[in-house]
């Protein structure tokens, strides 16, 4: 009972209490609110997609930044409990929905963001390799959906290909940035890779199938 006692007690911290009060889906999105604070992700009017989007609290993070001139797409595979208001929602698997559905009727968007864990096993080698492919792919999307100057933020858990995606990213964006928020917990293996500023010139590369 004890220490079932302590993990609730360390699932329920201040980040914990702060995402209740402020009517937020989870705590995660703290994680969003620092990285913004420092690298300026997000704007108003801007045009943003979230891959695996639930519970919600990255897209009601962005809403409150990017404003009723903004345009807001959420995908995951799981239906949102909370509401979005102007946000257009997808349920459905990244892996499975063309390109043309994620846009919509948007020539491109100004920022994509993944907060996107992998179904995990609890063997390190096993969800490290996951994440990465996850990664990977909302880093394919990014290429293929953001506009030039458009920024990227996806999470990973660090893993034997870690520096080969992050000099991906710096291909394809001017500056890469790899972000601990201090939101995360500290038992956590996540960091965030931040890319910012699409460059022109990149080619896109067409995302990975499903591994």
Same mark, same amino acid.
């Given at each position: 009972?004890?220490?079932?006692?302590?993990?609730?007690?360390?699932?329920?911290?201040?980040?914990?209490? $702060?995402?209740?009060?402020?009517?937020?889906? =989870?705590?995660?999105?703290?994680?969003?609110?620092?990285?913004?604070? %420092?690298?300026?992700?997000? $704007?108003?009017?801007? %045009?943003?997609?979230?891959?695996?989007?639930?519970?919600?609290?990255?897209?009601?993070?962005?809403?409150?930044?990017?404003?009723?001139?903004? =345009?807001?797409?959420?995908?995951? %595979?799981?239906?949102?409990?909370?509401?979005?208001?102007?946000?257009?929602?997808?349920?459905?698997?990244?892996?499975? #929905?063309?390109?043309?559905?994620?846009?919509?009727?948007?020539?491109?968007?100004? =920022?994509?963001?993944?907060?996107?864990?992998?179904?995990? #096993?609890?063997?390190?080698?096993?969800?490290?390799?996951?994440?990465?492919?996850?990664?990977?792919?909302?880093?394919?999307?990014?290429?293929?959906?953001?506009? @030039?100057?458009?920024?990227?933020?996806?999470?990973?858990?660090?893993?034997?290909?870690?520096?080969?995606?992050?000099?991906?990213?710096?291909?394809?964006?001017?500056?890469?940035?790899?972000?601990?928020?201090?939101?995360? $917990?500290?038992?956590?293996?996540?960091?965030?890779?931040?890319?910012?500023? %699409?460059?022109?010139?990149?080619?896109? #590369?067409? @995302?990975?199938?499903?591994?």
């Amino acid at each position: 009972m004890g220490s079932k006692l302590g993990d609730r007690d360390r699932r329920h911290d201040a980040y914990w209490r $702060r995402a209740k009060q402020e009517g937020l889906a =989870a705590r995660a999105a703290f994680k969003l609110e620092e990285i913004d604070q %420092r690298h300026h992700v997000l $704007r108003a009017g801007a %045009r943003v997609l979230d891959l695996g989007c639930a519970p919600g609290s990255w897209l009601q993070y962005a809403a409150r930044v990017v404003g009723a001139k903004g =345009a807001l797409v959420g995908i995951d %595979r799981n239906p949102l409990e909370v509401s979005i208001p102007g946000a257009r929602l997808m349920v459905g698997d990244i892996y499975q #929905t063309p390109l043309e559905a994620l846009r919509g009727d948007l020539a491109a968007f100004d =920022a994509v963001l993944s907060d996107m864990a992998p179904d995990t #096993t609890g063997v390190r080698q096993t969800d490290q390799a996951r994440s990465e492919a996850l990664f990977e792919h909302a880093l394919g999307l990014a290429e293929a959906l953001l506009a @030039p100057g458009g920024h990227f933020v996806g999470k990973i858990f660090q893993g034997g290909g870690f520096q080969q995606l992050v000099q991906r990213c710096r291909a394809s964006f001017e500056e890469v940035k790899i972000v601990k928020p201090k939101s995360s $917990r500290k038992e956590s293996i996540e960091v965030f890779v931040v890319g910012l500023r %699409r460059k022109p010139a990149a080619q896109p #590369t067409p @995302p990975p199938a499903r591994p």
